[in-house]
Nanobody, 115 residues
Framework: QVQLVESGGGLVQPGGSLRLSCAAS????????MGWYRQAPGKQRELVAF???????NYASSVKGRFTISRDNAKSTWYLQMNSLKPEDTAVYYC?????????WGQGTQVTVSS
């Protein structure tokens, strides 16, 4: 099993930046790709970015050019650097296997973009 813990969210003004972290433990050697998902109020959870074990990345069109996903293998941690944040980025952000979330969800981390 893989356990995931997200952190780094908060309240930020439009145009600001945040860096989210996802710490993984357990059978992480089975992870071929890790993604960041988000769920806004009243909306379905969506995949916004993922990175493969080979380092390839993929982004949703809504975040391309603003978000960057990365990883630190030594720390078993994945990151999501979010720049030029917009109010529509407000959501609870989760990490999970990608492109299909095959393990239990963590608690997520709230990101609120508001002036």
């Amino acid at each position: 099993q893989v356990q995931l813990v997200e952190s780094g969210g908060g309240l930020v003004q439009p145009g600001g930046s945040l860096r989210l972290s996802c710490a993984a433990s357990g059978s992480i050697e089975r992870i071929n790709a890790m993604g960041w998902y988000r769920q806004a109020p009243g909306k379905q959870r969506e995949l916004v970015a993922f990175i493969t074990s080979g380092g390839s990345t993929n982004y949703a069109s809504s975040v391309k050019g603003r978000f960057t996903i990365s990883r630190d293998n030594a720390k078993s941690t994945w990151y999501l650097q979010m720049n030029s944040l917009k109010p529509e980025d407000t959501a609870v952000y989760y990490c999970n296997i990608a492109p299909l979330p095959l393990v239990s969800w963590g608690q997520g981390t709230q990101v609120t973009v508001s002036s």
